[in-house]
């Protein structure tokens, strides 16, 4: 799972109201390399939720992702290269996303994360 | 004439479909609760089970069986079918010379096609959620096709890693990922995706109302959504039921594929109205995929096909031998294929059903 993957996750069990973002249980991390785009990341840019995707990179050992983003950085190539190394080549291979609200976790195995909720939870 | 808007109707003699009845009649041990919609189009869920010979499955059965089932029968699907998981597009009766993935292939595109949805720069949708991906055919073809970013979904783990692995092969995966999720509880944020997209995915959804709200949920403001799936034909305006025989063939289906209790096409447009869909279009497309089942068991009868079954468990086997019923449902106009369309607040809804007469 990427940490373009995990900025869409929400844990949507009944009556939580803050289930976003989930936060990160590293168990095993993997990078794998992948082409780089400029143009698919600022496209991307504006649907992120940046503040919870400087936290999960955080979260996997990075600490090179600026809290706050002006749009201008996205024309400097070394910004947009750590954005994309952090967004798109860090894996979480094993591991958990937890629920802020409720503490819930959902596993991640063999980078897929499984988010299917308990019939108490629906 | 099925107008009742239910959630996983059930095509037993136990409910009355039309102008508000609700009598509960059955021959059979199925246990449905009914409850018609107020004229708002409120109305409280209905959760139907599917009953086989008195046997029912409940929803976490189901859930279980279904992930089961596609955890140890897509690997050989995907020997003999390839990547895709729903039926092609065929231009004639005869399954003959034709390529079976390019009808695969080319039943998505004419489903774009007759969505309306749009491909230029500004209008394409961005995002997409593959509703029920299996090992991300879809997924993988719609990206490609809208540059999208797409996330697929399924409840089997082996699909969504097989998924996975299938993506990065193909040099996808920066625009395409999967998850374990539930059709009906989604892990996402309400207005997520300018498409939603469930190919052949609703017919195992056990409560249908549900789903169409969990996916009108995940929609974005004017965006769409478009689900191909599977139902029994229409009744006759003096019908409360199909007959005995038509219950039972659909009864089999349901056991050997996990499928919940069908809607008729009638049913599902009443209940995408009653979510708040706008414009329901529906199409009735059983000609052009009449072939694929007949096609479909010839594939498992080769000798690769055997062999895989021979290895297969019970489950699979069960599976394709379901085949057998699936042409016979075709044959007698009994299964249906919807599509259909809906605008509603912005957001359109493309529903397509595939009848066979």
New interface residues.
Partial sequence: MRLLTHNMLTCNIKGVTKGFPLSIEVQKLETKETDFNPDFLKNIFPKLEWKAFHDAALSVGLNDIPEQVDPVMLEDSEFLQKFHHALLEVHLEEGALICPETGRRFPVSKGVPNMLLHEDEV | MATLALSGCSYSPCWAGCAGKSTFQSKRKLTVSVAKPSSAGGGSSVTAVCAVGGKQRS??EL?EGIATFYNESSGLWEEIWGEHMHHGYYDSESSENVNHIEAQIRMIDECLKWAGIPEDEENKP??IVDVGCGIGGSSRYLSEKYKA?V?G?T?S?IQ??RA?ALT?EQGL??SV??????A??????DG?FDLVWSMESGEHMPDKRKFLQELVRVTAPNGRVLIVTWCHRDLKPQELSLTPDEMELLDKICDSYYLPAWCSPADYVEIAQSVGLKDVKSADWSEFVTPFWPAVMVSALSFKGLAGLAKAGWTTIKGALAMGLMVQGYQRGLIKCLVGNKPDLGKSFHMKMLENR
């Fill in positions: 929803v976490p859930n961005a995002t970013n996330k979904i409840l783990p969504a890693q996975t990065a995966s920066n990922s999967f998850l374990v999720a539930d009906l509880n989604q892990p996402f944020a997520e």
